[in-house]
């Protein structure tokens, strides 16, 4: 097991804006020393054994809620899949008590996600165990981001490149997207030049002020692409204005065989999940020699066990000192 890393110090992990590139590195290193517990035959350390962690997802998820469950179970944590669906929730019991109640059967940490904005940040005011944020609406989801930045790094270490000075573009409906939030404030942290590109209606200018580029041209960047992230459209939080035809759309923003061959042979890509098939991203693409998706999901868990083995534990230290 690493030790606790001594950068680390935070109860929570909330988002990446106000992390320092300190923490950011201590959270990947921390997850490195970890991904090796998943090629064991026995897929098991007491890191966190007599712990309890439980996912409270208001939203549907695939990855992120698997993930979570399965990388508590490796750090030898207890699991609690709370079902929002079947709960008191339906009958009106707030967020604060619902957690407020989880809390109180001794949990030690609280996944959520949920459709608002901050929920996560509120949660964290209101309860003593650690918060971690697994997406909140259009917001961040800093695992996400982790992930991927974990993945770049990983694949550009093993090729003797840095992430540092990496040209990575985002593609997609970015004002929607917590993905893409938490990679601009990630990436742009760890040396990356980021370059955001979508329709004019889903790209503003705005996010300049996030110190990237902004680009409603994809043929125009992605010759000088050393990486690619392509955004799922997310129909749930779009309005029909916002959005050109679908047809529209994959022929200006989709990444398909023709649109890849103009990048660099060596480009990756990635994708955050769920994916469109077809209209993001073609299958040619999603299934080729370049794609790295299937590799986020792997190093999604190793993310995941290092934030909270040293959400818990900081929290732990933090609560044995008061
Ligand atoms: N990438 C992601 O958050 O996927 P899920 O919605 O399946 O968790």
Redesign the pocket.
Known sequence: MPTLDRIWTRPHLLDLESLSLAEINAILDTARSLKEVSTRSIKKVPALRGKVVANL?F?????????FSLAAQRLSADVLDFSVSTSSVSKGETLQDTARNIEAMGVDAIVV?HRNSGAPHLLAQVVGCSVIN??DGCHE?PT?GLLDIFTIQETMTQRGRQLAGLKVVIVGDISNSR?ARSNIWGLTKMGAQVTVVGPATLCPRTFESFGVKVSHDLDAVLPQADVVNML?VQFERLTSSAFPSLREYTKSFGLTSDRLATCKPDIIVLH???MNRGLEISTAVADGPQSVILT?VTN?LAVRMAVLYLCVGANAVARSNV
């Open positions: 997802f939203e549907d998820s695939t990855r992120t809620k698997t993930s996600r697994a997406g989801h996400q993905v799922r955050p999940g769920p986020q999604g």
